[in-house]
């Protein structure tokens, strides 16, 4: 009799050794990686990583809105930001524009579905607006990752995101736009080519889906 293998607790913190792993692997990638106790201090080190003045743009993430850092970056008035702006443009005649605005801004700043111990960061999306800056049009990028979004390899962040990630981010498009999400694409940044433009500020704490 074959025994099924248990699914992964994708709400749980990881330890501390995995959290290490996970740092380790992602720098050996490329990344600038640092391990932050909570949220209070992810958003304390946003506002020291970015610039006053700098354009930024906000990917969708329930972690930057539980965390303030969505608040911070939008309606703080100490950056431009690239979200507030394109509310005010006309998205039938402008939307050329809107689109290269939300690709390349200074800083992106967004948080991902999962991240493996192996070193990758993958990232969902319906629209795909956080996509192209995540993946290399915008100058900066920042990622802010709960604890329990690790996992150890790809197959398995596949599986939060479908198992996990997208049950609960149906039940947030529902009640704010009436229509649930869709995993209309993805996105696995197995590395960073370029010394100093990602930054992953790994949490101990779990936060966000």
């Not at 507030?84 to 200074?106: G, K, V, Y």
């Not at 992106?108 to 993946?135: D, H, K, M, R």
């Not at 100058?139 to 599986?159: C, F, Y």
């Amino acid at each position: 009799m074959t025994t099924q293998t248990p699914v992964p607790p994708f709400t749980e913190p990881a330890p501390a050794r995995r959290l290490e792993r996970t740092a380790a692997a992602l720098t050996a990638h490329g990344f600038d990686v640092e391990i932050l106790d909570d949220a209070a201090a992810a958003r304390a080190r946003v506002k020291e990583l970015i610039p006053e003045g700098a354009s930024v743009f906000t990917g969708a993430s329930e972690t930057l809105r539980l965390s303030g850092i969505d608040e911070d970056l939008n309606a703080s008035g100490r950056y431009e930001s690239v979200k507030a702006r394109s509310r005010t443009m006309d998205r039938a005649t402008q939307s050329a524009e809107i689109w290269r605005m939300i690709a390349c801004p200074d800083v992106i700043v967004g948080s991902v579905a999962a991240v493996t111990e192996t070193g990758s960061l993958v990232a969902a999306s319906a629209s795909g607006s956080q996509l192209a800056g995540y993946s290399g049009a915008a100058a900066r990028a920042i990622w802010i990752v709960g604890a329990q979004k690790v996992v150890p390899d790809l197959n398995a962040a596949l599986s939060r995101i479908e198992d996990h990630c997208l049950p609960l981010e149906n039940e947030r498009a529902m009640e704010v736009y009436g229509q649930p999400s869709a995993l209309n694409r993805l996105l696995v940044l197995n590395a960073e080519p370029h010394p100093g433009r990602g930054t992953v500020l790994l949490l101990r704490e779990a936060i966000g889906f």
